[in-house]
């Protein structure tokens, strides 16, 4: 005691020696270069404090502000404090002179915003407090000058953003301090400046998430205060950027599924040394929950009421000698056996009390018997059934994801569904009542997504929870596609041989579609062999240089993803101008006769035959036939009025071409009545384009007999000059006996004057003995009638005579 009150006088003495010193401000009391004017009701700061002072204390005053040069003359000051009094704004250039301040203090104020360069010339401040202040504005450039600055204080204040742009200049910083503040957004960039960070506080703040980059940059903190805020997310990898930190606290926030369901959010935190994520709501600890955790020491679970510890959940943290855990809800059955005997080997300090099974409720899980752990009944829930891992909905689909649980429990049991780990809030879910059979709870809940659009694509899951638990199904993750459309869609293309085709063709879909080509349905491209064919990479164009007839094809693009695969056709064609494949010639007949007129014709696009006589279009009659796609003209029965010039016009897209050949008609003896089974074989071997056409005109009187072969006589140009195995073909083919039917056709259509179209076709239809129709001249292909009209034999003359024609193609690709 007597020590005491000498040290009082000691003290009173010294103060009063200082007082008395004669620049000392009245007001305040001096002490070495200590000057206290706290706690003295000032509105300004004191004239006159004198230029040595390096520790000035205006703390508890009424300052509301101060002038721009009340800090002028003190050129030596390293500290100086503020708290606690009422400044509402800091003048520019206030501590221009301050050059050797290191400490500022400004606590509780009411200072709203912080301009820009407020604190410029303060090139030796290590520590600036501006704790309990209002600021919410943190102007760009707020601290640029503070070289030296480690320490920054800014709890209790209302800052929402953590900027880059306000941080900038902070470059050697090593404390920052944000707690009790309403954070709700750091920027991505936001640590760029600060990289020598050791020690961050965010806690009691507005944390919703922390995303991948929101400690970008800080691979030098060590400890970082998360407490109390209202994170519910934490993205994969977010952590990977803090590969020093030693002390990690998460307690009081919603993050119980990244220890429930561990997916690895922690990994990276090999240093990690302290561990908080107390009051989390955490339900069971998953055996991966700690994994990568290898340096942790000290542990803290408290108030997480845990149901279940996996087995060897711990096994990741070898180093562990602080456990603090505390719960009252475990569910002590044969699965937790191994936590009591691992609790017992390390004798950790733990309150782990039972709540299940009923006869052990209320124990402490340190004094169940070994023999009392045991699984009579499962309650917390499983699931027996869930979502696939990988789903494909198409864009616009409605889908759904299900899972189903069991317990042994009879109490209710409740889904929540997560997309990307965020609890889905306003999904549309189906669940479906839980039924109790006696032994167990069966419950059901059904996801359902409607309309599925992009932004449904993720990783979806289901949790399962009752009193006793909680379990996550596997994630399923969906994918979103689009069917291709196409955007450009090739066209048919007709060139002339020697230019350039193009092709192109595009497809949209999700994801992007692969586009592929072929032609005529195979890989084989004359063009590509040749290199004449080039396919634009960035584009959706590809070409075809100096076109050739090898070239000409169906050229079908494909667009593909995993959604489907669309195809579109275009048809390259090369044209070639109308033109006559041998040039038409002069016929000579008697009158009564058949006469084939020939024109052949060749050109691509097929051109169209119109034949003219005297300057008039001859249409199909009675005794005109068209066949062979009109290249032939048949007339029947002829008279003498059919002489004349007959002239021919080809015409396509291209041009228009014209050949004419003359037809003599002699006059001829009536020898109808004589002629028995007179047989006029035409036979005429036309190029129709690819095809070769037989064209036989058998000419019948109906009183025939069957003298086959008796007397012919030919009018054709080319008998037997047929090609191929047709070569041999002749009269001698057809046998005596059999009957042929004149086919006409009268559903052609029309021609363009309106005119029906008539075609005849000669068919073989006598019935052998094996039933079948054998066709004419072609052993491969039978011809089968298309209607029969004998009409114009009745009533024309000669009345009694069939004329039989045929046209039959020797390949199948007449229209080709
Ligand atoms: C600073 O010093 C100058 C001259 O020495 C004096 O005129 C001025 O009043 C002083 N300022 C303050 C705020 O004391
Ligand atoms: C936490 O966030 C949830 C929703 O995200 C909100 O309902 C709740 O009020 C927030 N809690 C606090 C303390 O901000
Ligand atoms: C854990 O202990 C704290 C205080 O010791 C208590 O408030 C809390 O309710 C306990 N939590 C559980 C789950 O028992
Ligand atoms: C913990 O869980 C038990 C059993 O489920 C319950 O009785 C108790 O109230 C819970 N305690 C806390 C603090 O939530
Ligand atoms: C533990 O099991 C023993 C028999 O193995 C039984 O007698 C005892 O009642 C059980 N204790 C509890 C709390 O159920
Ligand atoms: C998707 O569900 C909505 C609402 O039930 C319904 O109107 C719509 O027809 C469904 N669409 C498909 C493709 O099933
Ligand atoms: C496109 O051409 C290919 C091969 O030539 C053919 O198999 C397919 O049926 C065609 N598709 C359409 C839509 O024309
Ligand atoms: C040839 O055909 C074209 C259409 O392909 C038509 O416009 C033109 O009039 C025809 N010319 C003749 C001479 O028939």
Redesign the pocket.
């Known amino acids: 005691m007597v020590g005491v009150f000498y040290l009082i006088i000691f003290i009173h003495y010294l103060w009063s020696s200082v007082y008395c010193a004669k620049d000392c401000p009245k007001i305040c009391m001096c002490l070495g270069e200590y000057v206290d004017c706290s706690q003295k009701n000032l509105k300004t700061v004191p004239l006159n404090i004198p230029e040595w002072t390096s520790q000035l204390n205006l703390n508890n005053n009424r300052l509301q502000s101060f002038h721009s040069d009340a800090f002028q003359n003190l050129t030596h000051l390293t500290e100086l404090k503020l708290n606690k009094n009422k400044i509402g704004v800091i003048p520019k250039d206030a501590f221009d002179t301050l050059k050797r301040l290191e400490i500022l203090e400004l606590n509780r104020n009411q200072l709203e915003d912080i301009e820009a360069l407020t604190f410029k010339s303060l090139e030796q401040l290590v520590t600036l407090r501006l704790k309990r202040n209002r600021i919410s504005q943190l102007k760009d450039g707020a601290f640029y000058g503070l070289i030296k600055i480690k320490s920054l204080m800014l709890d209790y204040n209302s800052i929402q953003i953590i900027s880059k742009r306000w941080l900038y200049g902070l470059n050697n910083l090593k404390e920052l301090t944000f707690s009790h503040n309403v954070i709700n957004d750091i920027h991505a960039d936001a640590w760029e400046v600060c990289k020598d960070l050791k020690s961050l506080d965010l806690s009691n703040n507005q944390i919703k998430a922390i995303q991948k980059d929101t400690f970008k940059h800080l691979n030098n903190l060590e400890k970082l205060l998360l407490q109390n805020n209202n994170i519910t997310f934490i993205k994969e990898g977010a952590f990977d950027h803090l590969p020093n930190l030693k002390i990690l606290q998460l307690n009081n926030n919603h993050i119980s599924w990244a220890i429930e369901d561990a997916n690895g959010v922690f990994n990276s935190l090999n240093n990690l040394f302290k561990f908080y994520i107390a009051s989390n709501n955490i339900k069971s600890i998953n055996k991966n929950a700690f994994k990568g955790l290898s340096n942790v020491a000290y542990l803290d679970l408290t108030n997480n009421n845990i149901t279940s510890v996996q087995k060897n959940a711990f096994n990741e943290m070898p180093l562990l000698q602080v456990l603090s855990l505390n719960t009252s809800a475990l569910l002590c059955d044969c699965n937790l056996r191994w936590f009591y005997d691992w609790l017992t080997l390390k004798q950790f300090r733990v309150q782990t009390i039972c709540s299940y099974p009923e006869?052990?409720q209320g124990?402490s899980l340190l004094e169940?018997?070994v023999?009392?752990f045991t699984c009579v009944d499962l309650p917390k829930p499983r699931l027996i059934e869930e979502p696939e891992p990988e789903i494909m909905a198409l864009k616009g689909e409605n889908i759904s994801l299900s899972c189903k649980a069991m317990s042994s429990a009879a109490g209710p049991m409740n889904f929540i569904w997560k997309k990307d780990n965020v609890e889905l809030l306003h999904a549309d879910v189906n669940v479906i009542a839980a039924t109790y059979d006696g032994k167990n709870t069966e419950s059901t809940s059904i996801l359902k997504i409607f309309k599925v659009k992009n932004s449904d694509a993720g990783k979806y899951q289901c949790v399962v929870f009752n009193e006793f638990g909680a379990t996550y199904s596997q994630k399923s993750s969906i994918s979103v596609l689009i069917f291709p459309t196409f955007v450009k869609i090739p066209q048919n293309i007709a060139i002339k041989a020697g230019s350039t085709a193009r092709l192109e063709c595009a497809a949209h879909g999700e994801p992007f579609p692969e586009i592929a080509w072929q032609k005529d349905g195979g890989n084989d491209f004359p063009a590509a062999r040749e290199r004449r064919m080039h396919v634009m990479p960035t584009d959706d164009v590809f070409f075809i240089v100096n076109a050739k007839p090898i070239d000409v094809g169906v050229y079908s693009c494909t667009a593909n993803n995993a959604a489907g695969t669309i195809i579109a056709n275009a048809t390259l064609t090369i044209e070639e101008m109308p033109s006559f494949v041998k040039p038409m010639e002069d016929k000579e007949i008697t009158a009564g006769e058949s006469v084939v007129l020939q024109c052949m014709a060749a050109g691509i696009p097929k051109p169209t035959i119109q034949w003219i006589k005297d300057g008039g279009p001859i249409h199909a009659t009675e005794r005109h036939f068209f066949t062979a796609e009109d290249q032939l003209m048949i007339i029947v029965d002829t008279v003498m009025s059919d002489a004349g010039i007959y002239q021919c016009q080809l015409n396509n897209s291209l041009g228009t071409e014209t050949d004419s050949s003359e037809l003599l008609v002699k006059p001829g003896v009536t020898n109808d009545n004589e002629l028995m089974g007179i047989i006029i074989i035409t036979v005429v071997c036309c190029a129709v384009l690819t095809s070769v056409v037989w064209v036989v005109i058998i000419y019948q009187t109906r009183k025939s007999l069957p003298q086959f072969g008796d007397t012919s006589s030919d009018n054709s140009s080319c008998k037997d000059s047929g090609t191929g195995n047709s070569a041999k073909r002749s009269n001698d083919d057809l046998l005596p006996g059999d009957e042929y039917t004149l086919i006409i056709n009268d559903n052609n259509g029309e021609d363009a004057n309106g005119v029906p179209r008539r075609t005849a076709s000669l068919v073989y239809l006598v019935n052998d003995s094996n039933n079948s129709h054998m066709p004419l001249l072609h052993k491969d292909r039978p011809l089968y009638p298309r209607s029969t009209n004998h009409e114009r034999v009745e009533d024309t003359e000669p009345s009694s005579s069939d004329v039989k024609v045929d046209s039959v193609p020797t390949n199948n690709n007449l229209d080709g």
């Open positions: 006869q052990l124990i169940v018997a023999n009392n």
